[in-house]
Structure formats: structure tokens, C-alpha cells
């Protein structure tokens, strides 16, 4: 009987990179938010192991908020794997994984901001399908620190 070993996602951590919030008026009870989820994934040439992906996210309504943030999430896969199934942990896998660090971030900024907004944004789930665009580097410069 041949045994596969299981591939797997190891998810090191998210860093918040950049953050821009402006309200321009109080915000009413029912309000249309515009959400946009734009990912790309950095992978190292050397240490074909690891990825990053940045996930550059708008949330906003015209006339009250406009809000974007850049994060950065690090991912390790635990051993060579065909590129199919690699394409799929990095296309897929990975923004699903980090998106809820993502999404709690947002709720929690916004639900500590005072009144000014009503309340925490509490944006929905998204659903990550296709291809994201792939960024070769020679050298990772995106590492997240423990300091």
C-alpha cells in the first residue's frame, strides 16, 4: 500500500503594513460598501519553500469612509509538491487563510474609532478563485519580524 504524505500550508503570520482611514460624514444605520481584494504573491527563487502574499483591500462608501490597507502574509509549504497543487495553496489557500486576520483588523479599527462610524465595519467573507499574480524575487525583503 502506498502511503502519500499530505501537503501542507503552514501560515506564519500576517503584518498589517499600511493603513489609510478617512470619514468624511457620520455614518447612517444602512449604508452600501463598496469592497475590493486585490492579492499578489511573492515567491523567493532561493527558498522555494516560502511565499508571501500582500493583499492590498478597499473598503468604502463614496460619500461617508474610505478605507485601504496593505497586509502581508507569510506561508511555508512543508515539502516540494507539484506546481498544481502549489498553484492552489498560493492562489487559493493562502488569501483565504489570512483574510479573516484581515477582516477582524478592519472590524476592530473601526469598532474603536468612536462615533464617527456607527460602529465596527463588519465586511462579509470573501471567496478567493483564479489566478493571482505571481512576483518571482531574488531576495524576500517582505520577512515579518518577531521583535
Not at 502519500?4 to 503594513?17: A, H, N, P, R, S
Amino acid at each position: 500500500m502506498e502511503v502519500k504524505k499530505q501537503t501542507k500550508l503552514t501560515f506564519l503570520g500576517v503584518e498589517i503594513t499600511s493603513v489609510s482611514f478617512n470619514i468624511k460624514k457620520r455614518r447612517p444605520r444602512s449604508l452600501p460598501i463598496n469592497i475590493e481584494c486585490n492579492s499578489l504573491a511573492l515567491v523567493n527563487s532561493k527558498e522555494t519553500d516560502k511565499f508571501n502574499v500582500v493583499m492590498d483591500v478597499t473598503v468604502s462608501n463614496e460619500e461617508v469612509f474610505y478605507l485601504t490597507l496593505t497586509a502581508i502574509g507569510e506561508f511555508k509549504v512543508s515539502h516540494l509538491i507539484d506546481e498544481k497543487i502549489r498553484e492552489q495553496l498560493i492562489n487559493i489557500n493562502a488569501p483565504a487563510i489570512m483574510f479573516p486576520y484581515v477582516r477582524s483588523f478592519i472590524a476592530t479599527l473601526t469598532a474603536n474609532i468612536g462615533k464617527g462610524l456607527g460602529g465596527a465595519l463588519l465586511i462579509p467573507t470573501q471567496v478567493f478563485k483564479g489566478k493571482l499574480n505571481i512576483k518571482v524575487e531574488e531576495e524576500t525583503n517582505t520577512e515579518i519580524n518577531d521583535d
